[in-house]
Nanobody, 121 residues
Framework: VQLQASGGGLVQPGGSLKLSCAHS????????IGWFRQAPGKEREGVSC????????YYADSVKGRFTISRDNAKNTVLLEMNDLKPEDTAVYFC???????????????WGQGTQVTVSS
């Protein structure tokens, strides 16, 4: 199982970014895919998750209404579209595969390398 997050960068407050989590070595239906982020000096926190069977989505309160998670089955990727970005969204973003959507990172067995998102004017 391999995961690779990409799409991070520097953006001004109010801007948008789209992160991509490419995965290989397993069927899309085998695992849920979650996005987590970790800011300097802070714990890694869950941001969003998409389930494996019916594609149910979950969002942390801090990003609800601004972030959208989706699956692109043709490209075997999970996307995280981030709009109206705020400085507090600055963090390294990770995607992970697990058996159940949860904000507990211990529920996820496989992790990709992170991608840096910086929101600053």
């Amino acid at each position: 199982v391999q995961l690779q997050a990409s799409g991070g960068g520097l953006v001004q407050p109010g801007g948008s970014l789209k992160l991509s989590c490419a995965h290989s070595g397993f069927r899309l239906d085998d695992y849920v895919i979650g996005w987590f982020r970790q800011a300097p000096g802070k714990e890694r926190e869950g941001v969003s998750c998409v389930s494996n069977s019916i594609g149910r989505t979950y969002y942390a309160d801090s990003v609800k209404g601004r972030f959208t998670i989706s699956r692109d089955n043709a490209k075997n990727t999970v996307l995280l579209e981030m709009n109206d970005l705020k400085p507090e969204d600055t963090a390294v973003y990770f995607c992970a595969a697990g058996n159940i959507c949860s904000w507990n990172r211990l529920r996820y067995a496989y992790w990709g390398q992170g991608t840096q998102v910086t929101v600053s004017s």
